[in-house]
């Protein structure tokens, strides 16, 4: 099964800012829906059921403490002039805090095999682009500034992802929460 390490979005008012956002930015390109707003720690793909069973035992080893993130600025990956995703980042702070926990969750999974193939940047997908849409630079610069308000982080999940036409089903196979 398609697999991820994820940490969900869940304040109101965050989803709320985020939603916004995508109502008011007029580009053709597909909106993320608000329910599967997440950063992706670490993308593991197809695994066997088998798999999955030593990932969770994996994940659920790793301590962590709860934090907060304040969801700021957006940008385009690759880059605005060809932006195939467009994204929320994070405060430095924050991010510093995620990258450090995206690495413990990849140190538990590399005995299992399991290794990102690119380092790990802390962003929310918010819109996916399927066609060609031209230079959105200055859309973007006007946005630099957006402040999408503050997230708890108090847990991780593994997720699983099931591609349908009409976009992907996640759903939940563990949470690991933070030490208390």
């Known amino acids: 099964m398609r697999t991820f390490v994820a940490i969900e979005i869940s304040n109101d008012d965050v989803i709320k800012s985020i939603k916004d956002f995508q109502n008011n930015l007029k580009i053709n390109a597909k909106p993320v ?35 907060f993130i304040n969801l700021k600025g957006v940008g385009a990956f690759p880059k605005p002039k060809f932006p195939r995703v467009i994204w929320i980042g994070t405060d430095e702070e924050g991010g510093k805090n995620l990258i450090e926990l995206a690495k413990k969750v990849e140190t538990r999974l590399k005995p299992l095999g399991l290794v990102s193939d690119k380092p790990f940047k802390p962003h929310i997908t918010i819109f996916r682009i399927k066609r060609k849409i031209g230079d959105i630079t200055e859309d973007l610069n006007k946005q630099q500034i957006l402040d999408f308000g503050i997230q708890k ?11 349908t036409s009409g976009g992907p089903i996640y759903s939940d196979l563990e949470e690991v929460n933070a030490v208390k």
Not at 36 to 63: A, C, D, P
Not at 158 to 163: A, H, N, Y
């Open 33 to 67: 829906n608000l329910e599967q707003l997440h950063f992706t720690l670490q993308f593991l793909g197809e695994i066997s059921e088998e798999q999955v069973q030593k990932v969770i035992e994996s994940l659920r080893r790793i301590e962590f403490s709860e934090f």
């Open 153 to 163: 982080i108090s847990s991780i999940k593994l997720k699983k992802s099931e591609l």
